[in-house]
DNA sequence: ATACGATGTTGACGCGCTGTCAGCTTTTCG
DNA sequence: CGAAAAGCTGACAGCGCGTCAACATCGTAT
């Protein structure tokens, strides 16, 4: 069974909305249900993948929190896999525009941007219901790590900002790879035990950050001309 | 059929071994057995996770690799996840000395501490047979990460000598939580990295990441304080 | 309104993996 | 040597996988 079936029943809109809006967005009502479709399955996946961890889940278990047949989940994804992915990927969107804030905020100053930076991580990670919040909440030994696409255009992206505020601050001996690097490093770990409760206070990890980084480096800088 | 008797053909020792060393080791030829199918699944293991992944690998797949029979691999370990997690604290074994010799060969530097510990770590990563080597080789997106009892313990150690220096050079307002973080984190990150050839300098990268701590731990001090 | 192709859904199917267990072989020990 | 213990073996029931022929629904031309 379609979902949209199943929604019509509560739904309140339906052809007429077809009728007065005839070119709004792709409503005829194939992509309707598609749309609808995808959807059911993203939100059963984030379900399932928080109640038995990303091992533990199986397509089964996806399709079978949905109104729709086990067939049918082929049609819009090849595995858990890229369900998982697509969830994840989500996450990073909506927090892409906030480190662009970060950076239109910041202006020139490097330490306004790496405090605002990574506040802005560890308040994304544990307020917005990405899907790798509710993963690393759970008490496994064994994690899964994704690097979509998405991700690492992410961190091309922070690269970028990196670079240019270390030009700016003739950083000229720091290696970019090596700094981007540790600040992705320290944001995951860090964001990690903040996620588990071993760290409690995201403003203040968000400053043990920035200054970290800031220091580390001038450091860098300084040992490495010499 | 159990290993050994596989072996036998090509091994010499036997029966007299017993008799000439009654008392050595565990040598009841059971107990041998035991260690040799052990072994061979862990070996079997080892290949077949670096051929086909994490995610790929079945039980199937690793006891095909062996003599063994399938029922036997349950005498050994409950899951492919379990053989992983003893080839993974292999690696944080070996790993451990060479963190120790870092500690006891530096004496009072902690800059001298720092090289060595990062250098060492990246030496075995890119050196040693470590599962995780073979597997960050892989082009995968969905990585996974293990954080066994083993690792957990090499991070308490880190932690320990990490506080003993902050102490010592009175870094009381640096978070010993949030100071390890950061150094796991680095420390991962950019062995990622060596891992995948984006970064080649294996000396030029510890002492980058021994640099960034000593005075980003140093910035984070005389900002907190303030 | 009707009919017809296009599109998407359904669920049963064959295959392979999982973990178990009764039966058998090998080792140990008296 | 013989009996008991240990542990290996492979068949088995159960389940998840991805596919596909049959079917239902939608879009569109007449």
Redesign the pocket.
Known sequence: ??VLRAMKSTSVSNEKDRAESPESNQS????Q??LA?RAAILEAGRQIFAELGYEGT???DIIRRT??????F??YFK??EEVFHALHDDGVARFKPLLRAARENAGQDFQAFMITAFGAYFQFLLNDQTIDREMAAMPEWTRVRFDTPESLALFDELKGDIVAFATEFKLDHVDPELLTASCVGIAQEIGDRLLRGRIKDIQAAARFAAYFVLGGSQRVQSEMQA
Chains 1, 2 share one sequence.
């Open positions: 069974m379609q005829g009502k194939r992509e249900t598609k479709n199986t397509v089964r109104e729709l047949a086990s067939g049918t082929y049609n595995s858990k």
